[in-house]
Structures are given as structure tokens and as C-alpha cells.
């Protein structure tokens, strides 16, 4: 179970980037400000909050001691602060003067890396605080970035798509095309696994992206073989973009968050969905784990920060009442008929709807006949229980109104479009909502995060007509 236990509302802007260190929380937003929370009480600290930006501020990460705060904007400088006083220590300048988009400190603390809009990747001296090596990925902005656990290799995430990999000599080691429409965030689990067959150690890596989806990989890192990719599955629990992913301390839960405005809590070594947490009003723009404490902190562009408490002791976590309204029953995966089990007090069915591949669909179809001959359910009561359970969801699947289209949506408020505009980076908005986006001095575009060549909106009069049309459809 996953319970809110507090909600920080103290940005005035959308809030780009949360991170944990052992004893705080530290968060950032368009406002140009960091914020730093301690964890006994959710308090803001004295010192906070950090203000030195000029521009929106996109990520921020604590050193692995938690003495030391990165944060990095579109300024072009990545700044690093004292946790203790709240003293800046650094102004790193990015050489090319491009927007910083991500920033990641090294296991041991010896390096920093920023990556920005550019494609540069720097690699700065945490004890000098120079620039120690730099790089350019192939294509694309860089937007993600994650080490690995003993600190001697680290992966970049770009809005091309690729995931390239680097040695902490900044050789480029392994390039891989991740996700078609570009990557937005990956990490990398603190905690290896054997392969049980070789005795080789691997890091199971987690990447996001436009493309709705999650993918998890095992990597193989090796003097003698370089760097090795195994892709291991697709979490396909998302309707819109996903912009952040982040592993449990432990390895064995993934959190992401998206433009669907859902948080989802998976189980890592078999994909089930544990979890789906609905209580944003915007986009999530991120999420993150607390290191030694049951904690998840989730991020949006609804300017607040949510804190979950969980309950790891509770293996089967109901999210159908949540989800319910996101995704119609017919289209539910076997782990969401397996979450309005337990939430229907019928936890005691999950084996045996899981072992007869019951989806959505096979669910709205059970009968008494199928419960008795098919799923061998011989108590007469028990019976009589799923049918009613069954009857409710199907009454309440007939009262909701039937999906709209994702393409009728707008992609910033994912609600119907009625006035559709075309913006310079040829996806199509709610116009007033696109006129709200570039109002508050943003350039860039919603979907890519890339700089817009043109403010010019054009009525997009074929969608508009389409939309017509269906509306008209449903009337009928």
C-alpha cells in the first residue's frame, strides 16, 4: 500500500526534479529556485530555499554523502552547494554555454557529470572543481544520465533516442537506439544480480521515454568485453509519455512517472504493476525513492510534491479505484484484474484468475457457468461474491463515458481539444493552453523539451473538423 503522507506546495512553477539524500529532500522548478525539506518533519531548512539560477532549473542530485547539492538550469551552469550551511561552493559553466538538462554525481564522489541541450557531456573534478574530461553524444539533446554502482562506467540518455555509454575516462563505449521518439530519464539499480549461469554480476538499468514506455535492460560491464546489453522487457503501463523512472534502494521496485498524470509502483523481477497513484493534476516530471526509508517522492507540473509512505510488507496492492477512471476495464492487464481482486476483498483468486490469463476482457465475460467448469470455483458463495463484484464493475464500465481518442487530447493538458493548433514543433495543442506555455517565457517545445524555431501557432482546422465529427458520433 501506498499512502500520502504529505504534500509540499512551496514552488510557484512546475516542479522539474526531486532527489533524497539520507536525511533530506531537495527539489527544483521553473521558478529558478532549489528547495531543501528535512526528513524528520518535512520542514523546509533554514537556509533554504537556494536561489543563484537565472533560469529554470532542471535537475539537482546530493553527493553520496549527502553533504553536497548539484543543481543545473537553463543558465548554462551546473551549481553545487554546501547541504550543511546552504553555501555555494561552484559555479560549473558548461564550455558550449548550452542549457544544463541533467546533472549526476559519481558513486564515490570523485566526479560530476552535465549533460546539456548540445549533446556536450562533461565530466568535472569534484576535488578540484575543473573540468576534468568532456564529450559529445551523436545527436540530439542530452536529458538523462545514470552511474553505475561501482562508479566505473556511466549512461547518457538523449532526445534522439539513443543510450550511449561511457567509461570514467569519457571513451564512449556502447551506443544503444532505446526508445523511437527519444529517451527522457533512465537509472541504473544500486544492487547487481548473477546471471546464475557464469557468475557474471549485472546492473539492471531502467530507461523511459516518448514512446509511452518503460524498458528494462541488464548490462554486463567487463574489461575484456567492454559493455554488454541485454534487453530483459517493456512495462507498458503508461498511456502518454513517460519523463522519469527511478529504482528502490533495494532493486526491487521501479517507479515512473507521466504525462498521463499516473505515478506507477512496479515489482522489478517480474513486471507486475504494485501500484498506480493518481492524486497529480498535471504532468509527473519526476520521482524518486528515499535511499534508507519507506519513502517515494513524486513531482509534477502541478507545482507540488507528493511524499508516500509504503507499506513493503503488502504484497498485493489494490489500484483499480484509482485507475479505474484512466483506463477502461476492457482494456485492463491481467496485473490490474489482479489488483481489483485485493481491492474487492477476493485477494485469494489472484493465483487462479493469473494461472487462466484472466484480462479485462475475460473478466467482463466470466458467468456462473465459466466460474464453476473453467475456474473450478465449487463454493456456491464464493461464487455468488465474484458474480456480484463482476455485475458491479460491468454497471459501472456502462456509466463511463467511452475514451477519447489520444490524438483529440491535448498533449499539455490531456483533455479534448477544441480550439487544436499546430506549434513549430508540428505536434498540436489546445490553443490557449499553448499560448499559456509560451507566456511564461518558455521556448521550448512541451512534447521534445528541444527550443522552438518559431512561436507561430496555425489553426489545425483538419483536427478541429475530426473532433466535430466524433463528438457528433457520440450525440447519436
Known amino acids: 500500500m501506498a499512502t500520502l503522507i504529505h504534500t509540499l506546495a512551496d514552488h510557484s512553477d512546475d516542479v522539474n526534479y526531486c532527489a533524497f539524500s539520507s536525511s533530506c529532500l531537495a527539489t527544483c522548478s521553473l521558478d529558478k529556485t532549489i528547495r531543501v525539506y528535512s526528513l524528520n ?23 553520496p554523502s549527502g553533504h553536497v547539492l548539484a543543481s543545473c538550469s537553463t543558465d548554462g551552469t551546473t551549481m ?84 550511449t555509454f561511457w567509461d570514467d575516462k569519457m571513451r564512449c563505449l556502447y551506443n544503444e537506439k532505446a526508445h523511437d521518439l527519444g529517451v527522457t530519464c533512465c537509472d541504473i539499480s544500486s544492487q547487481p544480480i548473477s546471471d546464475g549461469e557464469h557468475g557474471f554480476r549485472y546492473f539492471q538499468m531502467a530507461s523511459c521515454g516518448q514512446d509511452n514506455q518503460i524498458k528494462l535492460w541488464l548490462i554486463l560491464f567487463a ?50 504493476t504494485l501500484h498506480t497513484l493518481s492524486q497529480h493534476t498535471r504532468y509527473v516530471t519526476t520521482c524518486a525513492f528515499a535511499p534508507y526509508s519507506p519513502l517515494l517522492a513524486t513531482g509534477s507540473m502541478d507545482k507540488t510534491v507528493n511524499i508516500w509512505q509504503l507499506d513493503l510488507k503488502q504484497p498485493c496492492a489494490g489500484n483499480t479505484v484509482e485507475n479505474e477512471s484512466k483506463v477502461t476495464v476492457e482494456d485492463w492487464s491481467e496485473d490490474d484484474v489482479s489488483a481489483w481482486l485485493c481491492a474487492q476483498d477476493l485477494a485469494d483468486f489472484v493465483g487462479l484468475f493469473k494461472m487462466n490469463n484472466i484480462d479485462g476482457k475475460e473478466l467482463l ?26 455485475e458491479e464493475l460491468r454497471m459501472t464500465t456502462i456509466s463511463v463515458s467511452v475514451t477519447i481518442p489520444d490524438e483529440f487530447l491535448c498533449p499539455i493538458t490531456r483533455e479534448l481539444m477544441k480550439d487544436p493548433v499546430i506549434a513549430a514543433d508540428g505536434y498540436s495543442y489546445e490553443k490557449e493552453a499553448m499560448e499559456n506555455w509560451i507566456s511564461t517565457r518558455r521556448r521550448s ?6 527550443p522552438l524555431p518559431s512561436l507561430m501557432l496555425t489553426p489545425n482546422r483538419t483536427l478541429k473538423m475530426a473532433i466535430s465529427r466524433w463528438l457528433e458520433t457520440q450525440q447519436k
Open 80 to 163: 553545487v552547494w554546501d547541504t550543511r550551511n546552504g553555501r555555494m561552493l561552484a559555479v560549473l559553466e558548461q564550455p558550449s554555454g548550452s542549457p544544463v538538462r541533467v546533472c549526476r554525481f559519481s558513486p564515490e564522489s570523485t566526479y560530476l557529470v552535465s549533460g546539456a541541450a548540445d549533446g556536450s557531456v562533461v565530466l568535472w573534478n569534484m576535488q578540484s572543481l575543473k573540468l576534468y574530461r568532456s564529450g559529445n553524444v551523436k545527436d540530439g539533446s542530452l536529458v538523462a544520465c545514470a552511474f553505475s554502482p561501482n562508479g566505473n562506467f556511466f549512461v547518457t540518455g538523449s532526445s534522439c533516442g539513443d543510450l
Open 445 to 450: 517545445s512541451p512534447m521534445t523539451n528541444l
Open 41 to 63: 518533519n518535512f520542514t523546509e531548512l533554514p537556509y533554504s530555499p537556494l536561489k543563484g539560477h537565472t533560469y529554470a532549473v532542471h535537475c539537482c542530485c546530493f553527493s
Open 365 to 390: 465475460n466470466l458467468t456462473k457457468e465459466s466460474l464453476t467448469n473453467e475456474l473450478k470455483i465449487e463454493s456456491l458463495g464464493l461464487r455468488s461474491k465474484v458474480l456480484q463484484k463482476i
Open 223 to 272: 574489461d575484456f568485453l567492454g559493455v554488454e546489453l541485454k534487453y530483459k522487457c517493456t512495462l507498458n503501463g503508461h498511456s502518454a509519455p513517460v519523463l522519469a523512472c527511478a529504482f528502490s534502494y533495494d532493486g526491487q521496485m521501479l517507479v515512473s512517472g507521466s504525462v498521463d498524470k499516473c505515478v506507477i509502483i512496479y515489482e522489478t523481477s517480474t513486471g507486475n
